[in-house]
Structure formats: structure tokens, C-alpha cells
């Protein structure tokens, strides 16, 4: 049976009833059957106007062999076969185009969910991702296990350098490089160029994170503890604008199994109250008190350990480079702690002090091997769980960064009449305070007395 035409690209037939029906027409054409004049001017007025406009009108032309009109008596509508060269031409590259199409979107589907596949949670390491929407033409993706958004590259998010780079930054600063040499460091290595103004972010930001996981960390501490203090430069601006160079001090207690830094205190002094603070900060890091503790001959350590901690603590006041009790281990950890922050040349203010040392004793507690350990880290040594590992670690697990936006307050427009009236009831309030002003510089008149009263009224002789 001969299927009309316009059936063809009718929008309500299938994918299968469409591969059939081009089958049907170009492998096996059937023969046209004769209908009778009602069931033929139905097909052809549905013919005459097709819901399709990529369907052309069929010229019949009397030079054309293999077009027949379609108001002939002797055949049905007219079929596929019917039409011209060109017509057909027409429908088998229409249909080529069409079913080239099909394959190609269904080969993209098939890549699409391949990359899906292959992209895993930098967080949990999960391939449960899903598509989140785009950022500034980054696809987004959503992990299903951690329920955290990220992008499909080994980068933050909202950060265009990867995190290995960053890692890097921080132990190069942390070993005792400079942002400048870091600079040129990642010029050479990684071919790209990062301001010193950007390093020095990454490491204001990763070093309060690795602070935050450290102090949650609880080491195995002995029972000997070591305590000093030394000098270091912290500069100043005073009220005039010139920059001044002071000495603060710096408490350290360390142990002295696993040389562990417990706790370290900044202070402009040496006095007892200093003391106090930096022992009851190791005690609480170690959850528990030591049996002895060694110092050298500083008048306010006695003091204040018998203060802290009641007199449980024995006390021994020693010097470096004797044979027993000696503070060797402190005055080593001293002349690391100086040799890495010489190349500053002194610290911009206290807050920056403390948190570069806190973070220098994340690097030194965590990462720095030691020869007398069997070139193991301290916490490596106690021989527990190990929060992190690298500072790769650190900056691939930290937290989401949430960026503060700041929202200007709405004021709304005020009428000009509103604004004049304002403006008018400003102005003269503002001249009454002039007015009241000049009137409490001037002098008063003084009151007149009763004396004064009667002898105005006494008359003149």
C-alpha cells in the first residue's frame, strides 16, 4: 500500500514507524491501488496544505516522465516514487542528515556519562557526581556522599591555581624560602607567574586551617618538660609614622621524649603572669601535668610553676651544655625557630608574629624530620593516628570557602519638596547654635541691686 507523502515528517510518528516507513519506500515500493473519488479529494486536500513546511509543493510538469498529476483518475495520492529526481534527492539527504544526527546525540550522551564516570569527589573520593550548573563558564558538580559542590578540576573552588601548587607555596615558605624566591621558583617549575601578594594569601589562609586541625590534634607527651624564652624583633608604627624595631619574647615549652612544642606565648615582658600563661597552655594541650620541668635561671620561672601548679611539679633550674639536665633540646629548637624567620627581618606587628609562628609549629611539629627521631616528625614518633600527612593534605580537606559580601544599605529617593524642607529646618537649626554660640561669648549685663533701685528714685536737689 502506497503511504502518502505527507504522513512522512508528521511530528507524531516514531523513531521505528519512521525507519520503516523509508524502508518500505526505498528498498520495497509497493504498487498504488485505486481508491475512489471521495477517499481521493480527502488525501489530496490534506496533501495540498501539509503541517510540514520542509515538504515542497510537487510541480507537475508534462516534460517530467516519472510525475503523474495528482488529479489523475488512474492512481492514488501521490507516494515518494511519484516525485521527481530532485524531490527524492531531497528525502534521502533529509533523512541521512536526520539519522547522522540521531547517532551523533546518542554518542554524546554515551561520552557525557563516561566523563561523568571518570570524575570523582576530590573530598571523599566518591563517583556518585552529579551535575550543579556552571560559574563563569566552569561546570559545577555536586557530590552525593559529601554533599559538597566543586569543580571538576583539582582546584578550590573560586581559586584558579590547583592545589598542588599551593601545597608547594606553603612548605617552600615554611622551610625558609622567600615570597620572591617562591616566585621565581614557580616561574621555573610550573611556568606561570604568581604575585607575591597572592602567596602570601594562601598563606595567611591555609595557616589558620592548619592551626584550627592541629590544636584538635592530642599528642602523647612525656613526662620531662623543657622551658625558655628568647628574643625576637617585631616592628612598630608610632602616632608620628615612623616605624620602630622592639624586642618581644618568646616563652616555648617542648618535650622532651618526642620534642614535641607544646605551647608558646608573645610578650613584651618576663614576668611571672607570662609564666602562669604559657604553663597552664601546655598543661591543657597535654591534658595532664609533667613530673619535672627544666628552665634556666630566669627569677620568675619559680614563681610562677609553684603558682600553676600548686607544687606538684619539681623544678630544676639549669643551664645549656652541662652533662645532666640540660636545656640543649629548647636552645636547638631556638636556633631553628631564628634561622627561618632571619630572612625577615623582624616581624610587621604581633598578630602577624603569632600566626606565622603558629603555623611554623604546625610545619615543625607535623612535617620536619628529625635525626635523633630516625628522621621522623615528632607526632610520626608518638606512633598514633596522624591527622595529616603534607600540606597537600591541608589544603585538599579545608573547608568551604565562604566569601562575605558586603550589601549596601537601601535609601530610598526623597521628594525635592521633602528634601527643601530638610534641608530648610537644618539651616536655621544650625543658626540657633551660631546665635547661642555668640550670645554665651559675650558678656552679661549685671542684675541691678535694691540699692541701686532707690537711689535711682530718690529726686535730684
Given at each position: 500500500m502506497?503511504?502518502?507523502?505527507?504522513?512522512?515528517?508528521?511530528?507524531?510518528?516514531g523513531?521505528?514507524s519512521l525507519?520503516?516507513?523509508f524502508?518500505?519506500?526505498?528498498?520495497?515500493?509497493?504498487?498504488?491501488?485505486?481508491?475512489?473519488?471521495?477517499?481521493?479529494?480527502?488525501?489530496?486536500?490534506?496533501?495540498c496544505?501539509?503541517?510540514?513546511?520542509?515538504?515542497?509543493?510537487?510541480?507537475?510538469?508534462?516534460?517530467?516522465?516519472?510525475?503523474?498529476?495528482?488529479?489523475?483518475?488512474n492512481?492514488?495520492?501521490?507516494?515518494?516514487?511519484?516525485?521527481?529526481?530532485?524531490?527524492?534527492?531531497?528525502?534521502?539527504?533529509?533523512?541521512?542528515?536526520?539519522?547522522?544526527?540521531?547517532?551523533?546525540?546518542?554518542?554524546?550522551?554515551?561520552?557525557?556519562?563516561?566523563n561523568?564516570?571518570?570524575?570523582?569527589?576530590?573530598?571523599?573520593?566518591?563517583?556518585?557526581?552529579?551535575?550543579?550548573?556552571h560559574?563563569?563558564?566552569?561546570?559545577?558538580?555536586?557530590c552525593?556522599?559529601?554533599?559538597?559542590?566543586?569543580?571538576?578540576?583539582?582546584?578550590?573552588?573560586?581559586?584558579r591555581?590547583?592545589?598542588?601548587?599551593i601545597?608547594?607555596?606553603?612548605?617552600?615558605?615554611?622551610?625558609?624560602?622567600?615570597?620572591?624566591?617562591?616566585?621565581?621558583?614557580?616561574?621555573?617549575?610550573?611556568?606561570?607567574?604568581?604575585?607575591?601578594?597572592?602567596?602570601?594569601?594562601?598563606?595567611?589562609?591555609?595557616?589558620?586551617?592548619?592551626?584550627?586541625?592541629?590544636?584538635?590534634?592530642?599528642?602523647?607527651?612525656?613526662?620531662?618538660?623543657?622551658?625558655?624564652?628568647t628574643?625576637?624583633?617585631?616592628?612598630?608604627?608610632?602616632?608620628?609614622?615612623?616605624?620602630?624595631?622592639?624586642?618581644?619574647?618568646?616563652?616555648?615549652i617542648?618535650d622532651?621524649?618526642?620534642?614535641?612544642?607544646?605551647?608558646?606565648?608573645?610578650?613584651?615582658?618576663?614576668?611571672i603572669?607570662?609564666?602562669?600563661?604559657?604553663?597552664s597552655?601546655?598543661?591543657?594541650?597535654?591534658?595532664?601535668?609533667?613530673k619535672?620541668?627544666?628552665t634556666?635561671?630566669?627569677k620568675t620561672?619559680?614563681e610562677?610553676?609553684?603558682?600553676?601548679?600548686?607544687?606538684?611539679?619539681?623544678?630544676?633550674?639549669t643551664?645549656?651544655?652541662?652533662?645532666?639536665?640540660h636545656?640543649?633540646?629548647?636552645?636547638?629548637f631556638?636556633?631553628?625557630?631564628?634561622?627561618r624567620?632571619?630572612i625577615?627581618?623582624?616581624?610587621?606587628?604581633?598578630?602577624?608574629?603569632?600566626?606565622?609562628?603558629?603555623?611554623?609549629?604546625?610545619?615543625?611539629?607535623?612535617f620536619?624530620?628529625?635525626?635523633?627521631?630516625?628522621?621522623?616528625s615528632?607526632?610520626?614518633?608518638?606512633?598514633?593516628?596522624?591527622?595529616?600527612?603534607?600540606w597537600?593534605?591541608?589544603?585538599?580537606?579545608?573547608?568551604?570557602?565562604?566569601?562575605?559580601?558586603?550589601?549596601?544599605?537601601?535609601?530610598?529617593?526623597m521628594?525635592?519638596?521633602?528634601?527643601?524642607?530638610?534641608?530648610r529646618?537644618?539651616?536655621f537649626?544650625?543658626?540657633?547654635?551660631?546665635q547661642?554660640?555668640?550670645q554665651?561669648?559675650?558678656?552679661?549685663?549685671?542684675?541691678?541691686?535694691?540699692s541701686?533701685?532707690?537711689?535711682?528714685?530718690?529726686?535730684?536737689?
Amino acid at each position: 500500500m502506497a503511504i502518502p507523502a505527507y504522513d512522512i515528517y508528521r511530528e507524531e510518528q516514531g523513531q521505528s514507524s519512521l525507519f520503516k516507513l523509508f524502508v518500505a519506500h526505498f528498498e520495497n515500493p509497493s504498487k498504488d491501488k485505486k481508491t475512489d473519488e471521495t477517499t481521493h479529494s480527502n488525501r489530496q486536500a490534506a496533501y495540498c496544505s501539509p503541517p510540514n513546511r520542509l515538504i515542497p509543493k510537487i510541480q507537475t510538469t508534462k516534460s517530467t516522465q516519472n510525475t503523474r498529476s495528482p488529479t489523475d483518475d488512474n492512481h492514488d495520492m501521490p507516494t515518494i516514487h511519484n516525485y521527481p529526481e530532485r524531490e527524492r534527492i531531497f528525502y534521502k539527504i533529509y533523512i541521512g542528515m536526520y539519522f547522522s544526527f540521531l547517532y551523533f546525540w546518542r554518542g554524546v550522551r554515551f561520552a557525557m556519562s563516561m566523563n561523568i564516570a571518570a570524575i570523582r569527589c576530590k573530598y571523599c573520593g566518591s563517583t556518585n557526581m552529579k551535575r550543579y550548573g556552571h560559574y563563569d563558564s566552569t561546570q559545577l558538580w555536586w557530590c552525593a556522599d559529601c554533599e559538597r559542590k566543586q569543580t571538576g578540576k583539582d582546584t578550590l573552588f573560586k581559586m584558579r591555581f590547583p592545589s598542588d601548587q599551593i601545597a608547594t607555596a606553603l612548605r617552600l615558605y615554611y622551610e625558609g624560602f622567600s615570597l620572591d624566591i617562591i616566585q621565581d621558583e614557580f616561574q621555573q617549575q610550573f611556568n606561570v607567574h604568581i604575585a607575591t601578594s597572592t602567596l602570601y594569601e594562601w598563606i595567611q589562609e591555609f595557616t589558620n586551617e592548619a592551626i584550627a586541625k592541629a590544636n584538635e590534634f592530642k599528642p602523647k607527651i612525656g613526662d620531662e618538660w623543657i622551658a625558655d624564652e628568647t628574643a625576637l624583633v617585631v616592628r612598630g608604627k608610632e602616632n608620628t609614622g615612623r616605624y620602630t624595631h622592639r624586642e618581644y619574647y618568646l616563652f616555648d615549652i617542648i618535650d622532651a621524649k618526642s620534642r614535641f612544642v607544646l605551647a608558646t606565648h608573645l610578650s613584651a615582658t618576663r614576668s611571672i603572669a607570662d609564666v602562669q600563661v604559657v604553663m597552664s597552655e601546655a598543661a591543657k594541650r597535654a591534658g595532664k601535668i609533667p613530673k619535672v620541668i627544666l628552665t634556666d635561671r630566669l627569677k620568675t620561672y619559680p614563681e610562677g610553676i609553684r603558682i600553676t601548679f600548686d607544687g606538684k611539679v619539681q623544678h630544676i633550674q639549669t643551664s645549656p651544655f652541662v652533662e645532666v639536665d640540660h636545656t640543649n633540646l629548647i636552645e636547638r629548637f631556638h636556633g631553628t625557630l631564628k634561622d627561618r624567620f632571619k630572612i625577615l627581618r623582624g616581624f610587621k606587628s604581633v598578630d602577624t608574629a603569632k600566626q606565622l609562628l603558629d603555623g611554623w609549629l604546625v610545619y615543625y611539629n607535623f612535617f620536619r624530620k628529625h635525626e635523633s627521631l630516625d628522621n621522623q616528625s615528632p607526632v610520626e614518633h608518638m606512633n598514633i593516628g596522624i591527622p595529616f600527612t603534607s600540606w597537600l593534605d591541608i589544603v585538599k580537606n579545608t573547608k568551604e570557602r565562604v566569601i562575605k559580601l558586603k550589601v549596601q544599605p537601601i535609601v530610598e529617593p526623597m521628594s525635592y519638596r521633602f528634601a527643601d524642607v530638610q534641608f530648610r529646618r537644618q539651616y536655621f537649626r544650625e543658626a540657633k547654635q551660631r546665635q547661642r554660640a555668640r550670645q554665651a561669648k559675650q558678656p552679661r549685663p549685671k542684675k541691678p541691686n535694691a540699692s541701686s533701685i532707690i537711689s535711682l528714685r530718690k529726686p535730684k536737689p
